[in-house]
């Protein structure tokens, strides 16, 4: 069973940056492609980005690409997302999840290929 806590979402202007993180426990973190959804007020969850095993292959959402950085660090079981250059339209709960993979290449882009899920982290940019 592994066990995901985000944390780094708080209130921000438009065009700032933050840094969310992930931190997994009770499982083998390497063994999972990580993966960043964002759930908006009114509004379904949405995938965001996700990272594969290995970290060497990165995918995004075409609205995020370019501003969000996804990364890992296996030695420190924990997942991070760059934010950057925040919109009004970034407002959402941020959720980090695991997806169990045989790939170390694997990308994983559907939420229910997910196994774990963390509580989210709200994210509110303000204009």
């Known amino acids: 069973q592994v066990q995901l806590v985000e944390s780094g979402g708080r209130l921000v202007q438009a065009g700032d940056s933050l840094r969310l993180s992930c931190a997994a426990s009770g499982g083998s973190f390497s063994n999972y492609v990580m993966g960043w959804f964002r759930q908006p007020p009114g509004k379904e969850r949405e995938f965001v980005a996700a990272i594969s095993r290995s970290g060497t292959g990165t995918y995004y959402a075409n609205s995020v690409k370019g501003r969000f950085t996804i990364s890992r660090d296996n030695a420190k079981n924990t997942a991070f997302l760059q934010v950057n250059s925040l919109k009004l339209e970034d407002t959402a709960v941020y959720y980090c999840?695991?997806?169990?993979?045989?790939?170390?290449?694997?990308?994983?882009?559907?939420?229910?290929?997910?196994?774990?899920w963390g509580q989210g982290t709200q994210v509110t940019v303000s204009s």
């Open positions: 999840a695991a997806a169990a993979a045989v790939s170390a290449s694997m990308i994983v882009t559907i939420p229910s290929r997910y196994n774990y």
